[in-house]
């Protein structure tokens, strides 16, 4: 015969397991090494030019790595300045960016590397006659990554 105890440790080993799988569920899976190759990733229209999603996942070491490359249109800004706690490194692959940071200006061209600290307001814009092109590469630092509902 089953004792009672035996049903209440049964029960709440069921619940811990079944807990657990579902958490298992929610989380990505870490990446690993990979090659993103630039013809298979689609450009996706964007009001002022187009973005091409690369990844946005945890790694080994990171709650989240994001990548993505922007393209925006002559004299336009993909959005209006703004913070957030992540840090990010931009790199320019073609054209010419003004680089607003803290409310100082900057112009950056092809090949250059422009990092956002955490917390700190800053925009981009685009001052060129042609498109221009960046990669941004986002990471949440662990524990750094915010909440549900937050930025």
């Known amino acids: 015969m089953i004792s009672r105890r035996d049903l209440i440790t049964a029960t709440v ?6 807990g ?3 958490l298992a569920q929610t989380r990505k899976s870490i990446m690993q ?5 630039w013809s298979s990733v689609e450009a996706k229209p964007t009001k002022t030019g187009a973005r091409r999603d690369f990844f946005d ?3 080994a070491t990171l709650d989240q790595l994001e990548c993505h490359v922007t393209t925006i249109n002559p004299g336009e800004a993909p959005h209006a300045p703004h913070q957030h706690p992540d840090e990010e490194l931009i790199i320019v692959k073609e054209g ?3 680089a607003m940071q803290n409310g100082t200006t900057k112009i950056a061209s092809a090949g250059s590397i422009i990092f956002e600290a955490s917390g700190q307001l800053h925009g981009l814009r685009n001052v060129g006659k042609t498109p221009a092109t960046y990669y941004v590469v986002k990471w949440f630092s662990p524990g750094a990554k915010p909440k549900a ?3």
């Open 13 to 18: 080993a069921v619940c811990l397991t079944l």
């Open 20 to 22: 657990a799988v579902a």
């Open 33 to 37: 090494s990979s090659v993103f190759d």
């Open 57 to 59: 996942t945890p790694t």
């Open 96 to 98: 010419t960016i003004e």
């Open 149 to 151: 509902g937050g930025d």
